[in-house]
DNA sequence: CAGAAGCA
DNA sequence: TGCTTCTGG
């Protein structure tokens, strides 16, 4: 899941406030898949409507894109195509894990070890495509664009960034810089205070922001040689990276070498992966190009109509809409006394 | 996750 | 009022 490249990348804590007026281009699936693993009741199951369709991703949109807007935030969400070929593997890896999960869940809950439970349930999250469905239509009622990418959504995310279309792309994964996107948002959220699972503490959560520049011009490399960090320590195209080779050893090796083949050391495990298609998927990835991002006005009537249809309670959503109308109105005022 | 409710 | 716990669907 995702690269480890936290310790070699500068971090600067942010606001979501920080983000006022500008285009972020949000890793769909990535936000999507954690309101579906962290949206549950503390049996571990995820929220359903009458019919038992899980509404967990629909509950995360509701919310977050309540706060985005009413910061005056442009979220474009940006949905996976197919993808590439050398994932087959990690797609693999991650069934296998979800598998294990269902299987300790189940003994979790039969021993009545509810904390287990909801841990291994989380492991278990897995996107259907019904969801994807519901949360582009649930998009669309707010008024906020999608894109679906060829192929990875990161890639194109990290696209619109450049075309200078959005500001930034948001996802918690570190693929994005190498994707190459200009900025990355890590915790694109309204900052809290966040649980430790089974610990008794909290800690807070605060957006940080990412400059893919600062990070090469700090550790001294390119875009080029970062993505031969990444792919000694494992990326998605090879999960397991290399023997023994972590974070800290992969820079110092290609600080010495300067690329995967001129590091005498790895020769004959690099003969078992693909690597020049590995960093083509990085350096020359397929991305949709887009002409404009139309952003539309929020439709109550119909965001109400599709939640109510999917069991949400109307007084909420009534008082979340009207939230949202009051951040907008007074948005808008602050705007006139500018004329 | 994020808002609502409960509580000092 | 601010912090913790509960609940949503």
């Known amino acids: 899941m995702g690269l480890n490249l936290k310790e070699l990348v500068i971090r600067e804590k942010t606001t979501l406030e920080a983000f006022s007026n500008k285009v972020i281009a949000i890793d769909a699936y990535n936000a999507i898949y954690q309101f579906l693993a962290s949206i549950r009741g503390p049996d571990g199951l ?5 019919e038992g369709r899980i509404t967990s991703h629909l509950s995360g949109l509701l919310y977050r894109n309540v706060n ?23 797609i693999e890896r991650r069934k296998q894990i979800k598998k294990d999960a269902t299987v300790k869940y189940e003994k979790a809950v039969a021993e009545g070890n509810m904390e287990d439970a909801r841990k291994f349930a989380q492991q278990t999250t897995s996107m259907k495509d019904g969801m994807v469905k519901d949360s582009k239509e649930f998009l669309t009622y707010f008024g906020i664009p999608y ?26 994964d570190y693929d994005s810089i190498l994707c190459g996107a200009k900025r990355l948002v890590r915790n694109f959220t309204s900052s809290g205070r966040r649980k430790i699972p089974n610990r008794n ?6 957006p940080e922001i990412i400059e893919t520049q600062k990070v090469l011009d700090s ?3 390119t875009r080029e040689e970062l993505i031969d960090v990444g792919i000694l320590i494992g990326t998605d195209f090879n999960p397991n990276g290399f023997e023994r080779i972590g974070p800290k050893t992969a820079m110092k090796l290609i600080k010495q070498h300067s690329r995967l083949e001129d590091i005498p050391q790895i020769q004959e495990q690099l003969e078992e992966i693909d690597f020049q298609q590995i960093r083509e998927i990085f350096l020359n990835p397929e991305v949709a190009d887009v002409d404009e991002i139309v952003f539309n006005d ?31 109105e007074k948005k808008s005022q602050n705007l006139d006394q500018w004329f």
Do not use: C, W
Request: charge should be negative; proline fraction near 4%.
């Open 68 to 90: 985005f807007l009413s910061l005056g935030i442009k979220p474009v969400y940006v949905f996976d195509g197919k993808p590439p070929s050398l994932k087959t593997a990690e």
């Open 147 to 172: 894109i679906e990418a060829p192929s990875e959504g990161e890639a194109t995310a990290a696209h619109l960034t450049n075309t200078g279309q959005a500001y930034a792309s948001a996802s918690q």
């Open 46 to 50: 995820q929220l359903t409507d009458a």
């Open 298 to 328: 929020v439709d109550h009537e119909g965001v109400m109509k599709y939640l109510k249809e999917r069991s949400f309670s109307e007084d909420r959503i009534q008082s979340t809409l009207n939230r949202l109308k009051k951040a907008l």
């Open 219 to 221: 550790i001294e490399m």
């Open 201 to 206: 503490t909290y800690i807070d959560v605060l």
